[in-house]
């Protein structure tokens, strides 16, 4: 399934203006960046659809699970936490 950040705005689980955070320990830096009009826009001003999107422009061009990487600043809960959470709720009853 193929999610983007749009899709967690449209459920409210995330809203425009939330930071979210890179830390690459490995590396020892970190990457901020910023929901904007739907998107995830790094602190070098490029928007992405999606996180892993996000987190290859940062990463070399090399593919990262940004899901697993990126996290809100304000609690440091990853975004794939708040995805499962989402299809967790939305999933049909039965």
Known sequence: MSESIKDLINSGALK??????WNRNRE????LAV???GFIKTADGEF???????A???NGDKAVDGWKCWRL?????????????RRIY???KQ
């Open 28 to 31: 020892g830096s970190k990457h």
């Open 16 to 21: 425009n203006g939330t930071e979210l955070i």
């Open 73 to 85: 600043k304000s609690n440091n809960q990853l975004i794939d936490e708040l995805r499962t959470q």
């Open 48 to 54: 992405h659809r999606t996180p892993s999107g996000a």
């Open 90 to 92: 939305d999933k049909p």
């Open 35 to 37: 929901i904007e009009h």
């Open 56 to 58: 290859r422009h940062l």
